[in-house]
């Protein structure tokens, strides 16, 4: 089964610094990719999304996040932190094609901002 | 163009009860996924239905259970409600399947007590 592994439950930065969320998937075939971003309660709002196109993904609020098949990674960036970004951010994973459509879910890192 | 709509927002009930949520997609979107989220378990797929029928379904006890209209809406169904059932309960719209864009509603908390 594919699986995510989201490393670092709780990331803080400071404003205007560097913001890296990492993630991991587990398959034998690059899946469909996927960061989430929730609120406090509200639901999931997509930043962006990889599926088999560019390796560079451009997603909303300025993030972006890299797919690199050799190290099965898919870490999402922002190279300047505000404070609206402090949120929950979940790494999903699909696999390709009909037949399982569901998204698994990595454990969600909490991202504050420090003033 | 409208969001997914979840009603209600906010549930209690007590143990023993049934409870049904509902779910509105995206005015054209045919496939409709539920997701239960706990601080425990995080988020974890419960069932996903596409033009009236389930195609997947999580590892949920049968208590848990869904359907989906001919409009595309959907209701999950919990029955004998246990205290661990309480949760956030999401839905996410997709136009096709899941795995290309999925859309989600604000959620529905249930608190059994």
């Known amino acids: 089964a594919q699986s995510v592994t989201q490393l670092g439950s709780h990331v803080s930065v400071s404003e205007g610094a560097l913001v890296l969320l990492r993630c991991n998937y587990s398959?034998?075939?690059?899946?469909?990719l996927f960061w989430y971003v929730q609120y406090p309660n509200q639901g999931l709002q997509l930043l962006l999304k990889?599926?088999?196109?560019?390796?560079l993904v451009k997603g909303i609020n300025g993030f972006e996040a890299e797919f690199k098949k050799s190290e099965t990674s898919f870490h999402l960036t922002k190279p300047s932190a505000h404070m609206s970004d402090a949120a929950e951010y979940f790494c999903?994973?699909?696999?390709?094609?009909?037949?399982?459509?569901?998204?698994?879910f990595g454990t969600g890192t909490r991202l504050t901002i420090i003033p | 163009k409208a969001g997914v709509t979840q009603t209600p927002r906010y549930l209690i009930k007590t143990r023993g009860q049934q409870v049904t949520l509902s779910c509105s997609p995206i005015?054209?979107?045919?496939?409709v996924s539920w997701y239960q989220q706990t601080p425990g378990q995080g988020l974890q797929f419960l069932f996903e239905y596409f033009s009236e029928t389930q195609r997947n379904k999580g590892n949920f006890p049968g208590r848990f259970s869904g359907r989906q209209f001919s409009n595309s809406r959907s209701e999950m169904n919990v029955s004998t409600l246990e205290l661990g059932d309480s949760a956030l309960y999401l839905c996410?719209?997709?136009?096709?399947?899941?795995?290309?864009?999925?859309?989600f509603g604000q959620g529905t908390r249930l608190t059994v007590v």
């Open positions: 005015s054209g979107h045919r496939s």
């Open positions: 999903a994973v699909s696999p390709l094609g009909f037949g399982n459509e569901k998204l698994t």
């Open positions: 398959s034998s075939v690059p899946p469909y």
């Open positions: 996410a719209s997709s136009p096709l399947q899941v795995n290309t864009e999925a859309f």
């Open positions: 990889y599926t088999s196109a560019a390796t």
